[in-house]
């Protein structure tokens, strides 16, 4: 076996992370890969005997699972510790898992949240356990600090230990350049950024307290990170690794207006072209304890990101029992209070006058205003907690009426049921109130998305929403479905079978629960398909007809008025 550092060959399996801070999932990659692939760098191990595969890449080419094989050091990074769907990729199965365990005839290493406990399916109400999957090696703290000290040690073995902030982010640089081995490179990629670990708050469910009080990383180490991935071509970016984003910089709970600004500033100075700038978690606590400082800082993200952009409240539950019993942080008339300050300083349109202050997107585009709004909350709602009882379900449906009621916006309502993680004090309950309560909890989730998310995705994308560069992903039904980059972007169906993997921007026209109808944006008149023209609101299969029939058209008013936000016409030779 080599244990040089120079001669040894790695191979890298991304297995796919999903946590309560942190996404992994395509189009996400997160931070695991890239500061493994990092820390091997900085051990003395060279870029170029670093191999890189997701788990898709290895179900899609057999032949990949030779580099999992031949390895001398082969390292698993995943495991989920929320709850999820995803379009993007299928995260790995415990059976894959066990198979490069199998097969790996070099050293093997597994790290990632899958040391809290594996499940046989990713979702709600079960219970986890650390399964036994005969990996050489478990990196019980950090997987990149494991992967360092094993390559310097010549493979013998490591202390499990947490890396500290320089070798963060020297790690973080020497490890960019695994991106460009994904397979969405550099196109529909979104790489994951941290800026702290750990929380002040010790909720019953959540692992992120195991890291103990919140450690910042300062803004000149992120701010390396991204401009090494700019240089290696990444355009879109996220920063979720954080249990609140309002907290950073500052004493780990109140907020630091000053290292918000020299953080996105800073990005947007080393990738000026980036074409996403996204959060994701903001306590609500955060915001009613401090709201002066909270709204400068939600100011400040407003005018640095990109439309689309939400600040995920965990509110968990609106019952107060559970509440208490669960030590959760924040009451549901704190978070009310919460979403209306994000509302009034960060629910403004690109262009808008009413904005809260200048924004770096441009606003010369006529069509700035239809944009989605900047940056509002997104409300978590977690269930199977204890004390959990048939009430909880009233009080939870009751605060988000308040809320619409109210004439306030959220971008997304996350309602999922617990995962029960070794170490966390949810371990002791178990699954069993969820188990108990599967039947109230689909009746209460049904209810919740035809009373408020249909009405509520209608006031946050209306009728004529303009979603630039929509990446098509799979077809269904007769129709294309695609997202744009972002923390939680708006699913959109599209009439017709339209080419995979190509980017449009486009106009919704129709609204479902949690995803949208639209159509390429301008539609153009003389060219768009029945399916197309009969989606545009207000025409109709009969008039559709008409238009088809009448063709070609000189100008838009000459159909309907009303559809100049969706359509155009080029007669011949081009001109519109």
Not at 134 to 152: N, R
Request: hydrophobic share 35%.
């Amino acid at each position: 076996m080599k244990t040089d550092p120079e001669s040894v060959d790695v191979t890298i399996v991304d297995g796919y992370v999903d946590e309560p801070a942190h996404f992994g999932v395509p189009p996400y990659i997160s931070t695991y890969p890239r500061y493994v692939a990092g820390a091997l760098v900085d051990a003395g191990i060279p870029e170029a005997r670093i191999t890189y595969h997701t788990i898709d890449g290895l179900r899609a080419e057999q032949s990949r699972w030779q580099d999992v094989e031949d390895a001398d050091l082969m390292i698993y990074v995943g495991g989920m510790t929320v709850p999820g769907k995803y379009v993007g990729g299928t995260p790995a199965e415990p059976d894959e898992v066990r198979r490069m365990a199998w097969i790996a005839e070099g050293v093997s290493m597994m790290g990632g949240p899958v040391r809290f406990g594996v499940g046989e399916a990713n979702e709600g109400g079960i219970e986890t356990a650390r399964d036994d999957l005969d990996f050489d090696f478990l990196a019980m703290a950090d997987v990149e600090a494991a992967a360092y000290d094993l390559a310097a040690n010549g493979l013998e073995g490591f202390e499990n230990r947490y890396r500290d902030v320089a070798e963060e982010t020297r790690w973080a640089r020497k490890g960019a350049f695994i991106v460009e081995q994904h397979p969405n490179h550099p196109d529909y990629l979104i790489a994951e950024l941290e800026t702290s670990r750990g929380c002040p708050y010790r909720c019953s469910f959540c692992t992120e307290p195991m890291y103990g009080d919140p450690d910042f990383r300062p803004p000149e180490s992120v701010v390396d990170e991204v401009d090494a991935l700019s240089d290696r071509g990444v355009r879109n970016f996220r920063i979720g690794r954080q249990a609140d984003i309002l907290a950073y910089g500052g004493d780990g709970e109140a907020p630091h207006p000053p290292s918000l600004r020299e953080l996105y500033g800073g990005i947007r100075e080393v990738a000026p072209d980036l074409q996403t700038l996204h959060l994701d978690n903001m306590n609500p606590i955060t915001v009613v304890k401090w709201p002066e400082k909270a709204r400068e800082g939600i100011r400040i993200i407003a005018e640095h990101n990109t439309p689309g952009d939400t600040a995920a409240f965990g509110l968990e539950s609106a019952d107060p029992v559970v509440q208490e019993q669960n030590e959760l942080n924040v009451t549901a008339e704190q978070c009310l209070e919460a979403v209306r300050i994000v509302n009034e300083e960060g629910g403004w349109r690109p262009g808008e006058e009413t904005g809260s202050g200048p924004s770096l997107e441009s606003t010369t585009d006529a069509d700035a205003t239809r944009r989605l709004p900047k940056l509002l909350p997104g409300i978590n709602l977690l269930h199977g907690l204890k004390g959990e009882r048939e009430e909880t379900f009233e009080h939870n449906k009751q605060f988000l009426q308040d809320v619409y009621d109210e004439g306030l916006m959220v971008r997304r309502i996350n309602i999922r049921q617990v995962m029960a993680f070794e170490g966390t004090e949810m371990a002791e309950t178990g699954s069993q109130i969820a188990d108990d309560h599967k039947r109230l909890f689909q009746e209460y989730k049904q209810t919740v998305r035809e009373t408020i998310d249909n009405p509520m995705l209608q006031r946050v994308a209306p009728a004529g929403t303009i979603l630039p560069d929509v990446h098509l992903e799979y077809h269904q039904d007769g129709k294309t479905f695609g997202r744009q980059l972002g923390t939680y972007p708006l699913l959109v169906g599209i009439p017709g079978e339209r080419e995979l993997g190509e980017t449009i921007d486009v106009a919704i026209t129709d609204h479902g629960y949690r995803s949208v109808t639209g159509v390429p944006h301008p539609i153009d008149l003389n060219a768009a398909s029945m399916d197309e023209l009969t989606a545009l609101p207000g025409l109709g299969r009969s008039r559709a007809g008409d238009v088809i029939v009448e063709r070609p058209h000189s100008q838009v008013a000459d159909v309907d008025s009303a559809l100049e936000p969706f359509a155009t016409v080029r007669r011949p030779g081009g001109a519109d």
